[in-house]
């Protein structure tokens, strides 16, 4: 009776069925496996609930679609490749959660092909060695501190074309303008630069200088979103 229940509508005698102990066993895995990429993607990074919980669930999710398919590897990454077609209102990813999420999806998928050593050997070596990644800081570079976005805010009537000029260039060693913007009802520009200072610590000089110019209003120094160390 168990077994009926859980036979496919379209299952005949020359197709395999997965057992429910087969089934849970993997399942099981996966989920274990998931929570272990969950506490390492926690390791030394900032996080949201949403996002950790779906990564401990995505390999018991890939790993249920490849058992269903049979193990047919094609068909089961073409289904999973479905599920990219839904559009979620939401900011990219940075490039660790589109990795993490790579590897949760990548022991998934060997744990429902039936190799659940392996999948635990992949979710423990790639654990590993991301977390020593982090540790060591790698790929992290000394010149981090040096990327900053300027933001300064000018009245209507100030050119701002190159008046800023001489001053970045005494505290910077390149810079860009990519954005100006209104602000206040149109009464005051809203000027961001991308730059990269010759020295850390300088941020306070550089803007006592910089409201000599703006007429004393708002200036603020923060890291870069995107920095050429990340791409």
């Known amino acids: 009776m168990l077994d009926s229940i859980f036979r496919g509508l379209f299952d005949t005698d020359m197709t395999s ?12 895995c996966s989920l274990v496996i998931g929570l272990l990429f969950a506490f390492m993607y926690m390791y030394r990074t900032r996080y949201t609930k949403s996002f950790v919980i779906t990564l401990a669930l995505l390999p018991a999710v890939v790993c249920v679609i490849i058992m269903m398919v049979n193990g047919n590897v094609g068909t089961g990454v073409a289904v999973a490749g479905a599920f990219s ?14 990795g993490i999420l790579f590897l949760a999806m990548g022991a998934g998928l060997i744990a429902g092909m039936g190799y659940l050593g392996y999948a635990f050997l992949f979710a423990l070596l790639l ?15 000394k010149k981090r501190a040096l990327y900053k976005t300027l933001h300064i805010t000018i009245p209507e009537d100030l050119d ?7 001053l970045l260039k005494e505290y910077a060693s390149s810079w860009e303008l990519v954005q ?13 630069y991308d730059l ?6 300088c941020e306070k000089e550089l ?11 708002e200036i603020t120094v923060s890291r870069q979103e995107t920095n050429v160390y990340e791409l």
Do not use: Q, W
């Not at 990269?196 to 610590?201: P, Q, R």
């Open 17 to 28: 069925v997965i057992s429910v102990s087969d089934f849970l066993l993997c399942v099981g």
């Open 85 to 98: 077609l839904v559009r979620f209102r939401s900011v990219p990813g940075t490039a660790k959660e589109i």
């Open 127 to 141: 654990s590993a060695a991301s977390m020593l990644y982090n540790r060591i800081d790698l790929g992290a570079g």
């Open 160 to 166: 701002y074309t190159g008046v800023f000029d001489g």
């Open 180 to 192: 100006v913007k209104t602000t206040n009802m149109g009464s005051l520009y809203r000027l961001t």
């Open 196 to 201: 990269v200072l010759k020295e850390a610590g």
């Open 207 to 217: 803007i006592d200088k910089l409201r000599c110019r703006n007429g004393n209003l």
